[in-house]
C-alpha cells in the first residue's frame, strides 16, 4: 500500500482565500456598477447644462437679430439717411444715429451703408481696443473709426478712414485713392435689393 502524500492546506487560510476573492470580486463589482452610473449621471447632466447653454445663447442671438432689425428699421426713418456721404462722411444725417447706436449695443461691431453708384459709409466700434485699432491703423484711443468711399465724377472712387475718439471729436483722417472694396459686390448689399 502506498500512501498518498498529499499536502493539505489548514483550513483557515483556505476560509481567508475565499473570503478574499469574495471582496475583491465584490469591489470590482461595485466599482464597475459605481462607474456606470457615473457615467450616466455625467452625461445626463452634461446634456442638461448644454441645453440649457443653447436655450440661452439662442435667446440672446434672437434679442440681437431683433434690436438689429428695429435698428435697421428705424434708420430708414431718419431723413436725410438715403442722402449719399461726401468726402469723410463726417456730415452725414445717419452718422450720430450710427455712433449712438453702437454706443447702445455693445455687441454690434460695426453698422454700414451702402448706394448704388457704389458709395458706401460704415462705422466701426474699436471701443479703444489697441488690437482692433492697430488692425485698422488707427492712433491711439480711436473709439471709432468711418470708413466711406465715394465716387467722383470721372467714375473712380476715393476711401477716407476717419477717425474718432471717445466724444465723437475728428482725431485723423486718412485717404486712400481707388479703394478695391465696392460694396454693390457684397451678398448684404444684394440681399437688400
Do not use: C
Not at 476560509?15 to 469574495?22: A, F, Y
Not at 492697430?134 to 477716407?160: C, M, N, Y
Amino acid at each position: 500500500m502506498t500512501s498518498l502524500n498529499t499536502r493539505r492546506f489548514p483550513f483557515y487560510i483556505s476560509i481567508t482565500t475565499l473570503v478574499v476573492i469574495i471582496i475583491v470580486v465584490l469591489t470590482g463589482v461595485f466599482l464597475w456598477i459605481n462607474e456606470k452610473e457615473s457615467s450616466a449621471v455625467a452625461l445626463d447632466l452634461a446634456d442638461r447644462f448644454f441645453s440649457e447653454v443653447n436655450e440661452k445663447m439662442a435667446e440672446r442671438y434672437r434679442n440681437a437679430l431683433e434690436s438689429v432689425a428695429v435698428l435697421a428699421g428705424s434708420a430708414t426713418l431718419i431723413p436725410g439717411m438715403d442722402i449719399k456721404p461726401i468726402d469723410e462722411g463726417l456730415s452725414h444725417p445717419g452718422l450720430e444715429f450710427m455712433t449712438r447706436a453702437l454706443e447702445h449695443f455693445e455687441y454690434l461691431h460695426s453698422l454700414y451703408m451702402g448706394y448704388n453708384d457704389g458709395t458706401f459709409m460704415q462705422v466701426t466700434a474699436t471701443r479703444g481696443k489697441d488690437a482692433l485699432n492697430a488692425k485698422l491703423h488707427a492712433p491711439e484711443d480711436t473709439w471709432f473709426v468711418v470708413r466711406t468711399i465715394i465716387t467722383v465724377q470721372d467714375g473712380a472712387s476715393r476711401q477716407f478712414w476717419s477717425f474718432l475718439d471717445q466724444h465723437r471729436d475728428l482725431m485723423f483722417v486718412r485717404l486712400e485713392f481707388s479703394p478695391s472694396y465696392d460694396p454693390r459686390q457684397g451678398p448684404w448689399y444684394r440681399k437688400a435689393l
